[in-house]
């Protein structure tokens, strides 16, 4: 099974901090994805990457930063946290788009909510 | 207007009752999806569909392009499906990307 981990369940932060998330997938997918979700307001995509060193920004990007040196591991920072960034962050990842079974299907991890006081 | 709108928002019923939850979308689309969400945040992927209807066990998706419409069913329900269910459409253009509804919140009652 592909597996997507995400390093930590549960943040709390103070404001200001510098937070890194970090998610890793074992099964040589291209597609990274980080995701926030909130109540009323569904997921909604922060930064994506396609590839290793590659990625496009989301709807929501703003005080978000992230990094993909390599291919398995997708890290999402905030450089300095503030409260409304309080939400619980998913981690998600996908074969390239093509005609195979699994194309496009998106793994997720457990998540990772984040407390920013 | 959300370009992806779930109905009902929540719904509560008896275990055995045949479940229908719908989504609705705006754009063109090349493939929808529908997500399960249990508590806990977990998010596993129950079908990607871009036509007709497909089947796992006692779930069913169907979709409908010219009406860009889609529902999920279940049959026979039960309280391990209670979760929240997640539409989501894949655009035709910016191909990764996902556009999500709401959610339906499920409760099955023993």
């Known amino acids: 099974d592909v597996k997507v981990t995400q390093s930590s369940r549960y943040l709390v932060k103070r404001t200001g901090e510098k937070v890194f998330l970090e998610c890793v997938q074992d099964m040589d997918h291209e597609n990274m994805f980080w995701y926030r979700q909130d109540p009323g307001l569904g997921l909604r995509l922060i930064y994506f990457?396609?590839?290793?060193?590659?990625?496009e920004k989301g709807d929501i990007p703003e005080g978000y930063s992230v990094s993909r040196e390599k291919k398995e591991r997708f890290s999402l920072i905030l450089e300095s946290a503030s409260t409304n960034q309080t939400s619980m962050y998913l981690c998600?990842?996908?074969?390239?788009?093509?005609?195979?079974?699994?194309?496009?299907?998106?793994?997720f991890g457990a998540g990772s909510r984040l407390t920013v006081l | 207007k959300n370009e992806v709108e779930q109905s009902p928002q929540n719904l509560t019923a008896q275990e055995g009752e045949f479940i229908t939850i719908n989504c609705s979308y705006s754009v063109g689309i090349s493939a929808l999806h529908w997500l399960q969400q249990h508590p806990g945040g977990g998010i596993v992927s129950l079908f990607m569909?871009?036509?007709g209807k497909k089947k796992h066990g006692r779930l069913i998706a169907t979709i409908n392009i010219q009406e860009k419409h889609s529902s999920l069913h279940i049959t026979a329900s039960h309280p391990r499906d209670s979760a929240v269910y997640i539409c989501?459409?894949?655009?035709?253009?910016?191909?990764?990307?996902?556009?999500f509804g709401q959610g339906t919140r499920l409760t099955i009652n023993p």
């Open positions: 998600a990842s996908s074969l390239t788009v093509g005609s195979s079974p699994g194309a496009n299907v998106l793994t």
């Open positions: 569909l871009s036509s």
């Open positions: 989501a459409v894949r655009g035709i253009q910016g191909a990764q990307k996902l556009v």
């Open positions: 990457s396609y590839d290793v060193k590659m990625k």
